[in-house]
């Protein structure tokens, strides 16, 4: 079975540009999340979405980031417009069921310049 | 932050030492789940323990769970190099599903 598909890998950004981050979860997942990882600040939720619907929002980023479920087999993230203080590891992960395990892509590398 | 301060943000070992890396947290909670990230990868789940289980063991691992100091704690015995990667300790707010995730801890373990 595939896993978590993350697009792209990697990223380099003007500031003030608008990026789009994609994300495939394991197919029959109902739950989605996304994730910004730094070494300063670690894993931080962003967003968390069941069943296409926004659940929880990281409060700290709602101003540019926006996150998007088109279908339950497609997520975006965007950034709009980017900041250097943006640079970081962009991470999906989806989960199914009551355990809460959560199955990780392999991250976006995203570079504000 | 659901979480307290995480022991030994890194440390160093050799293959087929063992070690112990623990994490607390603040609030109730009656799962934790404990997870590797090698470089260049996601987090992986390697162990999940329940508060009605103490103790959980896979492998060469083994965690703990003691809800009355709010802590828990991950063993890796015979370790070997592929075992380097950092380690996250993380649960759920309760009544949420969202994860949230402690420091983590960076193992280098050198052949």
């Known amino acids: 079975d595939a896993g978590v598909t993350q697009t792209p890998r990697h990223e380099v950004a003007e500031k003030g540009q608008t990026i789009i981050l994609k994300c495939e979860p394991v197919s029959g997942h109902n739950d989605l999340f996304w994730y910004r990882q730094t070494k300063i600040q670690g894993l931080e939720l962003l967003s968390y979405f069941r069943s296409k619907s926004l659940m929880e929002d990281g409060g700290a980023f709602k101003d540019r980031f926006k996150a998007e479920m088109l279908n339950s087999s497609f997520s975006t993230l965007k950034i709009q417009p980017t900041e250097p203080k943006d640079s970081a590891v962009y991470l999906c992960a989806s989960s199914f069921g009551d355990t809460g395990q959560l199955y990780f892509g392999e991250g976006s590398k995203l570079t504000v310049l | 932050s659901q979480w307290g301060e995480e022991n030994l943000q890194a440390l160093s070992i050799q293959e087929g030492e063992d070690v112990t890396m623990n994490c607390s947290y603040k609030t109730y909670t009656t799962v934790v789940q404990w997870y590797r990230q090698k470089s260049g990868k996601g987090p992986a789940l390697i162990i999940l323990?329940?508060?009605?289980?103490r103790e959980k063991r896979s492998g060469r691992l083994r965690a703990t769970l003691d809800t009355s100091s709010q802590s828990s704690s991950l063993s890796i015995t015979g370790t070997l190099a592929t075992d380097t990667a950092v380690y996250f300790c993380a649960t759920a707010l309760q009544g949420g599903r969202a994860l949230i995730f402690g420091t983590g801890t960076t193992v280098s373990v050198s052949p």
């Open positions: 323990i329940r508060s009605n289980e």
